[in-house]
């Protein structure tokens, strides 16, 4: 907890907040399906907090990934049915975990492990809008 009161907005990734606006601008709505149990304080401390509709982490879930209660809940919580869903993930068990809530999963990595994603980017600067609907 006391390195997390050290983030600033100055570690968020690149292309993250302009992916959000993107997102907000078009009308969508964003969730966060996080397997910690800080993901509030860690969206707080980034600055981003009003970026996300809703989020789910860890604190709030029975099953934690790959199980899909998470994303699920997520979905439920903005009122969106699951497979109108893209889950952004960086962990095979994330990926597998949107897959097993029937949505569209993007993975952020190495294209080698993340093999099950439907979309790769290797960073966080290929997250744009029009990349990810360039896909669906």
Excluded: W
């Amino acid at each position: 907890v006391s390195l997390i009161s050290k983030i600033t907005s100055e570690d968020i990734l690149p292309g993250i907040e302009v992916f959000l606006q993107e997102l907000k601008r078009a009308g969508y709505k964003i969730g966060m399906a996080s397997a910690s149990k800080n993901a509030y304080m860690v969206t707080k401390q980034l600055g981003l907090l009003d970026a996300f509709d809703h989020i789910v982490d860890a604190a709030t879930v029975a099953e934690s990934k790959p199980h899909p209660e998470v994303f699920l809940k997520a979905a439920m919580a903005l009122g969106v049915e699951p497979k109108e869903c893209v889950g952004v993930e960086d962990a095979v068990a994330g990926v597998e975990a949107i897959h097993a809530a029937g949505m569209f999963a993007v993975g952020i990595g190495d294209p080698a492990v993340l093999t099950e994603a439907d979309l790769v980017f290797t960073d966080t600067t290929g997250l744009t809008l029009d990349n990810v609907l360039a896909r669906i």
